[in-house]
């Protein structure tokens, strides 16, 4: 399996951006997929997660309301709507896929990993 995200960028504080994440290699509907991101100087951390159907998703409290995660099976592609933006979104954007909807939201599980696309949010 491959990931390739994309979508990042700079972005004023209220604004928004979207994030796409690219599978190939596998049947992606055999996968659920997940979101994580890393700020400078922290760990990387749970954003959110879809089920392959699109069905379940799950966010992490500091993006739930503002953030949107879905996916068109169609084009192999994951994508993170994220909305009303703060400087403290600012971190390297990850996608991740694992066939367990419960793995995908714990990164020690996850061994398929895109390759980060930075999302910086100027104040």
């Known amino acids: 399996v491959q990931l390739q995200a994309s979508g990042g960028g700079l972005v004023q504080a209220g604004g928004s951006l979207r994030l796409s994440c690219a599978f190939s290699g596998r049947t992606f509907t055999s996968y659920d997929m997940g979101w994580f991101r890393q700020a400078p100087g922290k760990e990387r951390e749970f954003v959110a997660a879809?089920?392959?159907?699109?069905?379940?998703?799950a966010y992490a409290d500091y993006v739930k309301g503002r953030f949107a995660i879905s996916r068109d099976n169609a084009k192999n592609t994951v994508y993170l709507q994220m909305n009303k933006m703060k400087p403290e979104d600012t971190a390297v954007y990850y996608c991740?896929?694992?066939?367990?909807?419960?793995?995908?939201?714990?990164?020690?599980?996850?061994?398929?990993w895109g390759q980060g696309t930075l999302v910086t949010v100027s104040s």
């Open positions: 991740a896929a694992d066939p367990s909807y419960s793995r995908v939201r714990v990164q020690r599980y996850l061994e398929i």
């Open positions: 879809i089920g392959w159907s699109g069905s379940s998703t």
